[in-house]
């Protein structure tokens, strides 16, 4: 089965990386590109793509708002995957309240890029490791810890 990612970033260069490093794989398709969050809504409708790669901060709608109108659409939602510049823990907070599946660097090597499109698409959900350790330490350093 071949998924279908929709591509969201304002920076044209950016989308023909992912486009690039995501149409190689055989089993992943670019179905279509946006430049900012205003336009992920009527795309997600109409391109019913598996995952959105999204990036946080855009013009006209910002990603975490765009995955909140993404996720309160009648429907499957697809999977929601940021992937930004931003290494900010109320960048990675808010996405996760907003509903996204998964968090991601620009940074990250094209391989991660691919492993976390097809993690977020089989329903798990993936972070930065920066990130997992910051939540962690936040919660008690272990899952089922106490608190602080």
């Known amino acids: 089965m071949t998924l279908r990612v929709l591509?969201?970033?304002?920076?044209?260069?950016?989308?023909a990386?992912?486009?690039?490093?995501?149409?190689?794989?055989?089993?992943?398709?670019?179905?279509?590109?946006a430049g900012d969050g205003?336009?992920?809504v009527p795309l997600v409708r109409a391109l019913r793509p598996d995952v959105v790669a999204m990036d946080v901060r855009m013009?006209?709608?910002?990603?975490?708002?765009?995955?909140?109108?993404?996720?309160?659409?009648?429907g499957p939602?697809?999977?929601?995957?940021?992937?930004t510049t931003f290494e900010n823990d109320a960048y990675v907070y808010d996405?996760?309240?907003?509903?996204?599946?998964?968090?991601?660097?620009?940074?990250?090597?094209?391989?991660e890029i691919v492993h976390a499109v097809r993690v977020v698409a089989a329903g798990d959900s993936l972070l930065f490791p920066a990130a997992v350790r910051r939540l962690a330490g936040?919660?008690?350093?272990?899952?089922g810890g106490p608190g602080p």
């Open 77 to 83: 939602p697809p999977k929601i995957l940021v992937v």
């Open 17 to 33: 990386g992912l486009r690039a490093v995501i149409g190689a794989q055989p089993d992943l398709e670019v179905c279509g590109e």
């Open 138 to 143: 936040h919660h008690g350093g272990r899952p």
């Open 59 to 74: 013009p006209l709608m910002d990603g975490i708002e765009a995955t909140r109108a993404v996720l309160a659409m009648a």
């Open 7 to 15: 591509l969201v970033d304002d920076e044209p260069l950016v989308r």
């Open 38 to 40: 205003a336009a992920v």
């Open 95 to 111: 996405a996760l309240r907003a509903g996204a599946d998964g968090f991601l660097l620009k940074r990250a090597r094209p391989e």
